[in-house]
């Protein structure tokens, strides 16, 4: 056992005691967690391990600390401490990512792209008229000029990738509050290819006219072309804002580089901190100069007083991110990918895009006889955690889905390298073909229901139990 986990676990084991003493309930459940996640096979791409100092640094008492606004800008006296820790973040950010600006107050990844969203709001259509009419501020804006920015501001366009085609909610989704703020027009993929049709995006943006363009997504199992989707931006005058959140770890670890790394391209970027960067739950807003002033007014404007805990823990991932052991770690998310899809694809499972060239892989169960629902239910009773996902042009829509999505950060945290992934594939394969739709009451296929065959969790969990004891989760960590 290592120093740092013989510290770990005696400081775990005696916090957990403390809280115990308070509420039982809570303290078991932590415990609970942490064997749940070490005897399952977790695959689902957006999860990952933050390493034990991460997880430590958000146990302080700088949670206690009020501090809406920014760095030397706050609301509250007594902040000086909280300054310094949004600092450490701010510049390790700009520092990992190459990024003029940093901003580390979001508090998840839809709250960094609603500082985005409200950020370049302010930039392209508050500014502008508030020098129009002589004003320094919307406070002295009349009523009248107030109600007709409100107008402006609800008649915005914005352009990102469909949600069945790997977008994400807040790309303009009307079940999200991006749908409800913009007109929203989406991008979808080819239909044969399943890849990003940059000719009939730029076609479209063209006759459209957004705003903001929307690049960025969330189960889209291939790699973007910034320099393609700036140059689209650029021709209809529209913003890039690049929605990183989870490939932010493979910009990071310099996986992706050149006209597939966004920070040269976008004027805002938005991302979570966990996911493939292994930190805290949370987000980061990074920008061009230009926009900085905008972005830096997150809070107020969008978000409430900034989390001081949450920050310091972003600022310790970061310093991680920042050492030549994250790069190995980013490369081996992306060959183990790729290793992960050949293995079901070599195994007659249906993928889309045949493959993947990030850090996930999406499967389209449908050859199976199964919905995305059916799918997940059945890997997760045999000790596989993913999660169900629509697919281009999906049938069964987006709450039963008819794919599934994997991804390999964590357990590529977790030690597993090209043989553990190619395994994983068999133990994938053999459930997905060990489980039968059943059909509802009145005899049409059920869309939830399915009959897993005797045995397959039972074994299944058997196996996964030798690759997983092989590579332990936080070894040395006993509670």
């Not at 931006?233 to 529209?238: K, L, P, Q, S, T």
Request: hydrophobic residues 45%; aromatic residues 8%.
């Amino acid at each position: 056992m290592s120093d740092l986990a013989s510290t770990a676990s005696s400081i775990y084991s005696q916090a957990l005691g403390v809280i115990e003493q308070v509420e039982p309930r809570i303290a078991a459940a932590t415990r609970a967690e942490l064997r749940d996640q070490r005897a399952s096979l977790k695959l689902i791409a957006s999860e990952n391990y933050a390493s034990l100092p991460v997880l430590m640094t958000m146990g302080t008492w700088l949670s206690d600390k009020y501090a809406e606004g920014t760095i030397g800008h706050r609301f509250y006296a007594g902040c000086q401490n909280v300054d310094t820790v949004e600092a450490v973040a701010a510049e390790h950010a700009r520092e990992l990512f190459g990024a003029e600006y940093a901003y580390a107050q979001p508090h998840s990844g839809i709250d960094a792209n609603l500082v985005a969203y409200w950020s370049i709001l302010a930039h392209r259509v508050e500014n502008p008229t508030l020098e129009r009419l002589g004003a320094k501020t919307v406070n002295d804006l009349s009523e009248e000029d107030w109600e007709a920015l409100r107008a402006t501001f609800n008649a915005q366009r914005v352009m990102g990738m469909a949600l069945d085609a790997g977008g994400h909610l807040t790309h303009g989704f009307r079940h999200n509050i991006s749908g409800k703020m913009f007109r929203q027009l989406s991008y979808g993929t080819h239909p044969e290819t399943g890849l990003i049709d940059y000719d009939k995006l730029r076609a479209d943006a063209r006759e459209f006219k957004p705003l903001i363009l929307v690049a960025g997504y969330s189960a889209y199992p291939r790699r973007v072309n910034f320099a393609k989707m700036r140059d689209i931006a650029d021709e209809v005058g529209a913003t890039l804002f690049v929605d990183m959140a989870h490939f932010a770890g493979l910009v990071a670890g310099k996986v992706f580089t050149g006209e597939e790394n966004p920070i040269p391209y976008a004027d805002v970027v938005a991302t979570t901190t966990h996911k493939s960067l292994r930190g805290p739950r949370g987000g980061l807003v990074l920008a061009t100069a230009e926009y900085a002033p905008s972005v830096d007014r997150g809070c107020p404007m969008v978000l409430g007083g900034p989390l001081g805990h949450v920050m310091a823990a972003k600022a310790v991932a970061l310093a991680e991110a920042r050492q030549p052991a994250f790069q190995a770690y980013a490369q081996a998310v992306a060959d183990n990918a790729k290793t992960l899809a050949e293995g079901l694809r070599k195994r007659g499972v249906d993928l889309v895009t045949g493959g993947t060239d990030n850090h996930l892989v999406l499967l389209d169960v449908g050859s199976f006889g199964l919905t995305g629902r059916q799918a997940e239910s059945a890997l997760l009773d045999a000790g596989i955690v993913t999660n169900r996902n629509s697919v281009p042009r999906d049938p069964n829509g987006a709450w039963y889905t008819s794919g599934v999505r994997i991804g390999t950060p964590a357990l590529t945290s977790r030690g597993f390298g090209a043989a553990e992934f190619d395994a994983v594939a068999e133990l994938i394969t053999g459930v997905l073909r060990a489980t039968t739709p059943v059909a509802t009451a009145a005899g049409t296929p059920g869309k939830a229901k399915y009959l897993l065959a005797d045995g397959i969790a039972e074994r299944t969990r058997a196996a996964a139990a030798e690759l997983l004891d092989a590579n332990p989760l936080y070894p040395g960590l006993e509670l």
